[in-house]
Structures are given as structure tokens and as C-alpha cells.
Antibody
Framework: EVQLLESGGGLVQPGGSLRLSCAAS????????LTWVRQAPGKGLEWVAT????????FYADSVKGRFTISRDNSKNTLLLQLNSLTAEDTAVYYC?????????WGRGTMVSVSS | DIQMTQSPSTVSASVGDSVTITCRAS??????LAWYQQKPGKAPKLLIY???TLETGVPSRFSGSGSGTEFTLAISGLQPDDIATYYC?????????FGQGTKVEIK
């Protein structure tokens, strides 16, 4: 079964850090660019970051640039997102997705809550 | 940044009706447009990519059209299972990817 499964979300204080993981199975992970998309409670979808197939090139939304880092480990079929200097505005469900321009496969999401 | 504007924000229709959702881009994006369906508490699901290509497994009552700056998602014969929020996404560039969403309700 083709699957992406996120983990690592939770409650963190403002200024804190989290590392999200996305484990892939059922498809050739190393041939897909990968993306994180987030959705704040009751809001729409927001693109966060993308990493290319090799992991050599990354792209970030202005809202997270300099605070978040996307990376991948093709040997472990895992996508990562390091979240630093978190603020309340980062509270959202974070989804990983395969990226062929359109996002074909999505995970179920992991919730990140930033609150004191 | 490219701005994606969907209309209407909400549409209410009866089972069996045809529903049309429009997405406008602030600059031309050729056919680099996708449509997603999202049900409450669930991840988005890709319906259509490259403006009009139906994703595998998606019912044929969904169709997409358009190019350049104006695009349409049509549902012919609305079913109760189609109750969801629908998003368009441009993938010509990363900034300003998604429209704000259109909620489809049953009248």
C-alpha cells in the first residue's frame, strides 16, 4: 500500500523546536520530490517547504524561511522537517506529500500546537 | 506572488445537481493547476492535475477545464459523498500556491 505517515507533532512553547518525520512506503521514495503543507485550525492549505529528489535543493515559504529546515534520507525513506523558533502562528496540522507539481500522495498529518 | 482566487466560497446544491467552482490566477499559469477535495479531519485528496487530467480512481463526474488564468472544476450529479471543501493549487511557482477553498454543501 502506498503510504506516507507523519509523526513528531505535539505541544511546544513559543520559541521552542520540534522535528517532524514522514515515513514512506509502497512506492519508490527516492524518485519523488517531497513537500510539507500545513493547515491552521479552520483555515486553508499553506505550502511550507519542498525538497528535490536528491535533497540538494530546497524551497521555503517566506513565513518559515530561516526557521524551518526540510531534509530527506533516501536510505531510510524518510522526510524530515525541523521547526525552530516556533510561534503561535505555526500552530497547524502538517502534511507531507509527494510532489510532481501536483501533490499526488498525502499523509494523514501531524498536529503542532504552539502555546505557553 | 501568484494569487489564486476561488469562487464561490460556499455552494449549496441538491443531490444530482451540477456544481461549478471557478479558480482564477493573477497571472498566467498555463495548465499547471490541480484540484483537491478535503473532507473534515482528513488529508486533501488529489482529484485533477494539469487542469483537466483526472487522477486514477477519481469518479468521472469530476472534470476540470481551463488554461491561462481561468479554471473550472465541475461536478456533474452531486453525491452526498462529495460534501467537502475543494481547493485549487497552481504549481507554476511555489509562492501563493492554493486558493482559499470552496465549501460544497447539500441543500
Amino acid at each position: 500500500e502506498v503510504q506516507l505517515l507523519e509523526s513528531g507533532g505535539g505541544l511546544v512553547q513559543p520559541g521552542g523546536s520540534l522535528r517532524l518525520s514522514c515515513a514512506a512506503s509502497g512506492f519508490t521514495f527516492s524518485t519523488s520530490a517531497l513537500t510539507w503543507v500545513r493547515q491552521a485550525p479552520g483555515k486553508g492549505l499553506e505550502w511550507v517547504a519542498t525538497v528535490t529528489v536528491s535533497g540538494g535543493t530546497t524551497f521555503y515559504a517566506d513565513s518559515v524561511k530561516g526557521r524551518f529546515t526540510i531534509s530527506r534520507d533516501n536510505s531510510k525513506n524518510t522526510l524530515l522537517l525541523q521547526l525552530n523558533s516556533l510561534t503561535a502562528e505555526d500552530t497547524a496540522v502538517y502534511y507531507c506529500a509527494t510532489d510532481k507539481g501536483a501533490f499526488h500522495i498525502w499523509g494523514r498529518g501531524t498536529m503542532v500546537s504552539v502555546s505557553s | 506572488d501568484i494569487q489564486m482566487t476561488q469562487s464561490p466560497s460556499t455552494v449549496s446544491a441538491s443531490v444530482g445537481d451540477s456544481v461549478t467552482i471557478t479558480c482564477r490566477a493573477s497571472e498566467t499559469i498555463s495548465s499547471w493547476l490541480a484540484w483537491y477535495q478535503q473532507k473534515p479531519g482528513k488529508a486533501p485528496k488529489l482529484l485533477i492535475y494539469k487542469a483537466s487530467t483526472l487522477e486514477t480512481g477519481v469518479p468521472s463526474r469530476f472534470s476540470g477545464s481551463g488554461s491561462g488564468t481561468e479554471f473550472t472544476l465541475a461536478i456533474s450529479g452531486l453525491q452526498p459523498d462529495d460534501i467537502a471543501t475543494y481547493y485549487c493549487q497552481q504549481y507554476k511557482s511555489y509562492a501563493g500556491m492554493f486558493g482559499q477553498g470552496t465549501k460544497v454543501e447539500i441543500k
